[in-house]
Nanobody, 121 residues
Framework: QVQLVESGGGLVQAGGSLRLSCAAS????????MGWFRQAPGKEREFVAH????????LYRDSVKGRFTVSRDNAKNTVYLQMNSLKPEDTAVYYC??????????????WGQGTQVTVSS
């Protein structure tokens, strides 16, 4: 059974940093892309970034480029999202997901339970 467990969320002031972790278990993810998504109250879930387990290539939404960095530790089966220069508009529940390609939520088969990130102004 595939399990993705996020951690690292919390409350931070604008300009601060947080690092989210996503521990994956239950299968081999080498052919997967690991994505980070977020969902703010009243809004649709949106793509934030993703990274390939196999070669580490990554992709970001425009609004987080230069501030967020996605990385992975293959030995630990863990994916990270380092978030710097946080803004109040980054406030959301953040989810990690395992999928095959792309930015759309429908492309991702497995999801974590989410972790809350709140950025105060």
């Amino acid at each position: 059974q595939v399990q993705l467990v996020e951690s690292g969320g919390g409350l931070v002031q604008a300009g601060g940093s947080l690092r989210l972790s996503c521990a994956a278990s239950g299968r081999t993810f080498s052919s997967y892309i690991m994505g980070w998504f977020r969902q703010a109250p009243g809004k649709e879930r949106e793509f934030v970034a993703h990274i390939s387990w196999s070669d580490g290539t990554s992709l970001y939404r425009d609004s987080v480029k230069g501030r967020f960095t996605v990385s992975r530790d293959n030995a630990k089966n863990t994916v990270y999202l380092q978030m710097n220069s946080l803004k109040p508009e980054d406030t959301a529940v953040y989810y990690c997901a395992a999928g095959r390609t792309g930015r759309g939520t429908a492309n991702y088969d497995h999801w974590g339970q989410g972790t809350q990130v709140t950025v105060s102004s």
